[in-house]
């Protein structure tokens, strides 16, 4: 199929599962593009439209918890520290190039990505169990961001210093409340205590999810709770949304 190849308005429609209202529902909002020729009919980037429908969420948790995970296009997976801090970087620059969008929410999410990703890469140079770097994707229209790794996990981490910790959940509480020293093995606690922070006190929700516990911050003021699931994930898997 030609990458560039441009579908009316009904067809696009069929594609993503929805009425033809919604499409002109979402191009008033901003959330999708639609191209409009000197007769006034819409068109589509069938390009853009396989990145809208893509469910970042499902393809982090698949590359998450997976035996064999799958293959990922280039632009989600960042195998090294530099590759995923340009990144992040390039996402803070577009979000606040997007009309309307608040500057100061930019920085606070380019912030939160930026340590949930540093946290990653610090703890398992040179011992990743699996498969090096990190899941990184994000779509602006649909207000979400997604983290993953398949590396030791949080519990793991912290037992270097903390090796009295017993499960996955005490884990992650000890990760996002207790302040630690600045020491190397301690970076992932302090890193969270700062996302947790920032979230709790703004209008971005966060999914944080390590071993099979949880860690759930509504959007707007919510505050941390620590739960447990019934999945495991060796390393680390993360939903911001705002």
Known sequence: MNEHKKVRIGEAATILGVSIQTLRNWEKSGKLHAERSHGGQRSYDMDALKRFAL???????????????PHLPPEYYCE???????????MGIELQNTHGFPQDLASLLTLIAGEIGDNSFAHNVGSWPNIPGVFFGYDIPKRVIVLADRGRGVRTTLQQIRPELSDDMEAL????TEVLS??????????LKVVRSIAESSSIGLLFRSGIGKAIIPKHLGKIRIEITDENIPGTYAVITY
């Open 173 to 176: 509480r000890v990760a996002f």
């Open 80 to 90: 090294r520290p530099d590759r995923f801090t340009s990144r992040d970087a390039r």
């Open 55 to 69: 469910e970042l969420p499902v393809w982090g948790l698949a590359w998450a918890k997976s035996e064999v995970p």
């Open 182 to 191: 600045g020491r190397s093995p301690e970076k992932r606690g302090n890193g």
